[in-house]
Nanobody
Framework: QVQLVESGGGLVQAGGSLRLSCAAS????????MTWFRQAPGKEREFVAR????????????SYADSVKGRFTISRDNAKNTVYLQMNSLKPEDTAVYYC????????????WGQGTQVTVAS
């Protein structure tokens, strides 16, 4: 069973930065795909960023929502089984609960979600 635990949310002023973490436990060897989503009050959950890496880490890819390109960076630390979302130049419209998801972990498909972490950007 894969467990995802997010951390790093909080209150920040517009223009500030935060780094979210998503720590994964369970089978870790193999191809994996991790995605950050967010959901603002009264809105649908939306895609933010995704990272994929192959079984031996020989290839990887990232993708971003247009609204965060150039401001957010997704990365991974295999030694710590953790995926990060570095968020810079934050805007009030980035305020949401951020969720970590995996639909492929350790080469096994699934649908795993973390509990979410609140990010609030004050204007």
């Amino acid at each position: 069973q894969v467990q995802l635990v997010e951390s790093g949310g909080g209150l920040v002023q517009a223009g500030g930065s935060l780094r979210l973490s998503c720590a994964a436990s369970g089978r870790t060897f193999g191809a994996s795909r991790m995605t950050w989503f967010r959901q603002a009050p009264g809105k649908e959950r939306e895609f933010v960023a995704r990272v994929y890496w192959s079984t031996y880490g020989t290839s990887s890819s990232t993708s971003y929502a247009d609204s965060v390109k150039g401001r957010f960076t997704i990365s991974r630390d295999n030694a710590k089984n953790t995926v990060y979302l570095q968020m810079n130049s934050l805007k009030p419209e980035d305020t949401a609960v951020y969720y970590c998801n995996s639909d492929l972990f350790g080469s096994r498909p699934g649908d795993y979600w973390g509990q979410g972490t609140q990010v609030t950007v004050a204007s």
